[in-house]
């Protein structure tokens, strides 16, 4: 079982910055970690939740972003730490939404983007002002 809880959400002007968290727990997320491909998703009110950016796993630390954030966010693990970023740039007001931390075992971070992920985090909230 690995459990994940996201933090760092918040409210933010337009063009700021916000870095989000998610830590693994749980007897397999944290003796594991590395052997999970992680991703965040995000879903905006009355839309579908939406890949946002990936991770592989294991120590190669490829990423994969989706178009609407490519150059904007930056996802990235730090394995001793059992924890994945991702570091928000340039923010749009149409980046408000709930944003959630997923794994799955051994994928890669292509992969992520189009498999369903084993594990979800609870979401946290990011709000983007004008």
């Known amino acids: 079982q690995v459990d994940l809880l996201e933090s760092g959400g918040g409210l933010v002007p337009a063009g700021g910055s916000l870095k989000l968290s998610c830590k693994a727990s749980?007897?397999?997320?944290?003796?594991?970690?590395?052997?999970?491909?992680m991703a965040w998703f995000r879903q905006a009110p009355g839309r579908e939740r939406d890949f946002v950016a990936s991770?592989?796993?294991?120590?190669?630390?490829?990423?994969y972003y989706s178009d609407d954030v490519k150059g904007r966010f930056t996802i990235s693990r730090d394995n001793a730490e059992n924890t994945v970023y991702l570091q928000m740039d340039s923010l749009k007001l149409e980046d408000t939404a709930i944003y959630y931390c997923?794994?799955?075992?051994?994928?890669?971070?292509?992969?992520?983007?189009?498999?369903?992920?084993?594990?979800w985090g609870q979401g946290t909230q990011v709000t983007v002002s004008s």
């Open positions: 997923a794994s799955t075992p051994m994928t890669s971070a292509q992969a992520m983007a189009t498999v369903k992920p084993t594990y």
């Open positions: 749980g007897r397999t997320g944290t003796a594991y970690f590395r052997n999970y491909g």
């Open positions: 991770i592989s796993w294991g120590e190669n630390f490829d990423t």
